[in-house]
């Protein structure tokens, strides 16, 4: 087993993931994405270089995962913008690393927050098989 294994918060963080559907999956991604940059803005503002470093490559890590699971093939045209999308916050996280710029995390986060939000809605469950309405 794992040494990780044995820490309960991994474990929790592991049962909750084999727990989702895809669709949640992919809202948790985003989460960490989030998550990731926040902590990298406050590292760029606190000038701590190692957990810049940290934070913007976990980011990175959860970006790549993002892109990973495109189907370009059978998403065709959304499957494309998602990419461009993943791109953009991908070059926007490595400019503010390279920068020392919170600026470009601030950009990287409006789009994944946007997202985020997009990809909550519609991993929401249907009600007795009725397609989901606006809020």
Do not use: C
């Not at 913008?81 to 791109?87: A, P």
């Amino acid at each position: 087993m794992p040494v990780y294994a044995h820490n309960p918060a991994n474990v929790y963080r592991q049962t909750e993931a084999q727990s989702r559907t895809p669709l949640e999956l992919v809202v948790m991604l985003y989460d960490g994405a989030l998550r990731f940059s926040t902590l990298a803005r406050a590292a760029i503002e606190r000038k701590d270089i190692p957990a810049r470093r940290d934070s913007v490559s976990r980011a990175l890590a959860i970006m790549s995962e993002l892109q990973s699971t495109l189907d370009m093939e059978k998403g065709g045209a959304i499957a494309a913008s998602l990419d461009s999308l993943y791109v953009y916050v991908v070059g926007r996280l490595v400019d503010a690393a390279a920068r020392q710029d919170v600026q470009p995390v601030d950009d990287a986060m409006r789009v994944l927050t946007t997202l985020r939000d997009a990809w909550t809605e519609i991993a929401k469950p249907k009600v007795d098989g009725a397609p989901r309405t606006g809020r």
